[in-house]
């Protein structure tokens, strides 16, 4: 038998829904903590509702983008009968997740400063839209919304276009994953030390955190990154999109030397001999016109030559359609594509966790149907059977 997951043994209750909260957890849970994921009992999760493909009536697809290995318990938070369960967990447990607008954990008792006297050592942890302190804290808040105002969307697409969002909810995923690290280092604290704390982390903070290096360019420098044409590297050169004879593909030459094997790789020695090109500053000086000499160039053959020929010297990479990009065989090699056992679905596939431990990745269950664990949580607590039929009749659990 292998050494036990990283997070064996520990219990993470976690009032959660839709996707940046969840999508944290999930790294917990794939890591082998116990996640209890807290849903309402009328309906659960609102991810389990969104379309367009569903396993069952209420069960979607969606869902399971976010939920793998964890458990549902089912339980009305703001019931008296469901704060006494709840609190029987916290006293059991390591750490509180929550991904809820800013004003509710501490109207709902998701706080530390609510739950210490339960557990002293319990972790807190709270994703919001704009944070639990400040003047926005009841404000409703989206991925997008965040992209718009960080500057994410003045950012990306074509200078002579509408700014664009990105393709994906990533802030919401950006933020999941550094609740994730906030919340094992307070748990790492809370082991040595026995005591709990609160963790926040908001959307627009951790959006604003991924402007990076452009940040510090306008900060410190007052340079404005601006829209480049073909999604450029706003310094480097030749780094871009360009025309193949089927498609497109994505060169990037950030170090002079990928230029120099360029050059060479394509059997055009006169391009890197030429005035224009020379340094960084003059290729990113005469960026257009370099532009054109490998426009023509890449558009006499299909992205599969290019790919054989510079792939491993040059940093390449085809534009893949979402299909094609999971189809890709290259997934399979190193273990990308998982299958997990649904009830609906017994070989339902999922995307496998970017992290590997001991060489492995790390193993997957399908998501929980709702309150799939709701009995044998109540069981575990204590509670028998004519107890737990009454906490449903009175739409506890």
Known sequence: MGRPLPLAGYRILSAEQYGAGPYGTQFLAQLGAEVIKIEPPKGGDTARH?????????????FHAFNLNKKSLTLDLNSPEGKEIFHQ??????????????????????????????????VCAHLSA?????????????????????????????????????????????????????????????????????????????AVHQTSYPALWYLNEGDVTQRTPRSAHPSATPSQMFKTADGYMFVMCQLPKFWTLLSEKLERPDLAADPRFLSEADRLANRAGLSTLLDDIFAAKPTAHWMNLLAGSVPVAPVNQLDQALDNPW??????????????????????????????????????????????????LGYDDEAIVELQRAGVV
Request: with cysteine; glycine share 10%.
């Open 50 to 62: 969104v379309g367009p493909h569903f396993l069952r009536p209420g069960e979607s697809v969606y």
């Open 89 to 122: 967990l916290v006293r059991q447990s390591h750490a509180v997740a929550n991904n809820l607008r800013g004003d509710l954990p501490a109207r709902m008792g998701l706080t530390y400063e609510a739950l210490k006297e339960q557990n002293p050592a319990i």
């Open 130 to 206: 704009y944070g639990r302190d400040n003047e926005r804290a009841k404000w409703p808040g989206y991925d997008y919304l965040m992209q718009a105002e960080a500057g994410f969307c003045a950012l990306t697409g074509d200078p002579a276009g509408e700014p664009q969002r990105m393709g994906l909810s990533i802030v919401d995923f950006m933020t999941g994953t550094m609740m994730a690290v906030g919340l094992l280092a307070a748990l790492l604290d809370a082991q040595r030390s026995g005591q709990g704390r609160d963790v926040d982390c908001d959307l627009l903070s951790t």
């Open 331 to 380: 997934l399979e090699t190193i273990g990308m594509i998982d299958t997990v056992h649904h009830y609906d679905n017994p070989e339902l596939r999922v995307l496998a966790s970017p992290i590997r431990i001991d060489g492995k990745r790390l193993p997957n269950r399908a998501g929980p149907i709702l309150g799939q664990d709701s009995e044998q949580i109540l069981r575990d």
